[in-house]
């Protein structure tokens, strides 16, 4: 009897950029309508839109960048920050988990990106961190949005660096089934790790 050969996943329709963002944007607006979410015109990337495994995680970072404005929207310890933070760091957390195993844990293994893959993954587990020193603080004090705005310059900077540098690099090593299979992959993950996460507190101790 013959073997069945495996299907290939389904091509995902490319969006228009401007589509893209903007659809990234409302699902963050879905959590606080009333709260801007202005994200700006930038940074430039080629995937966003894309119908691969690039295309949907810059989706997210697009949704992430939009929670972080929102979050700076709000006022002391009131719902909307309550609520708008506890959505950023569950989508933060089921992101990066989901992306290390649908892109990053490939693109370790060839020599040529295993730097980039393990920064990405560092930077993760920096950004963790970071969240869970947010979470154990007062988010009515002054203190708390400035430390807030350095764990956004700093998860705006991973992005960007993802988008600009890592992705274009790891690209050039994978075919267009692997693209869109780590999509299928991603999709898959995101949801599950995300329903899992949970919110830590844990106050980081400076050395």
Do not use: C
């Not at 930038?42 to 939009?66: M, Q, S, Y």
């Not at 709000?74 to 909307?80: A, D, H, L, R, V």
């Not at 993802?162 to 075919?175: D, G, N, P, R, Y």
């Amino acid at each position: 009897m013959a073997a069945k050969k495996s299907k290939s996943p389904a091509t995902t329709p490319a969006k228009p950029p401007k589509k893209a963002k903007a659809d990234a944007i409302a699902k963050a607006k879905a959590i606080a309508p009333d709260k801007a979410a202005n994200i700006g015109s930038k940074p430039k990337t080629k995937f966003r839109g894309n119908p691969d495994i690039f295309g949907r995680l810059v989706e997210d970072h697009d949704r992430h960048r939009a929670l972080f404005a929102m979050i700076e929207d709000t006022e002391g310890k009131s719902k909307n920050r309550r609520k708008l933070f506890k959505e950023l760091v569950l989508e933060i957390k089921g992101h990066a988990a989901a992306e290390e195993q649908a892109l990053w844990s490939s693109v370790m293994r060839n020599p040529a990106t295993t730097e980039d893959a393990r920064h990405a993954v560092g930077e993760h587990k920096e950004m963790d961190e970071m969240l869970a020193d947010l979470a154990a603080r007062d988010m009515a004090k002054g203190g708390w949005l400035k430390r807030f705005a350095a764990a956004k310059e700093e998860y705006l900077h991973h992005i960007r660096e993802e988008e600009q540098e890592q992705f274009v690099a790891a690209e050039k090593h994978l075919s267009a089934t692997d693209l869109r299979y780590m999509r299928t992959v991603f999709n898959r993950r995101k949801k599950e790790e995300k329903a899992a996460a949970t919110v830590e507190k844990k106050i980081r101790l400076k050395g």
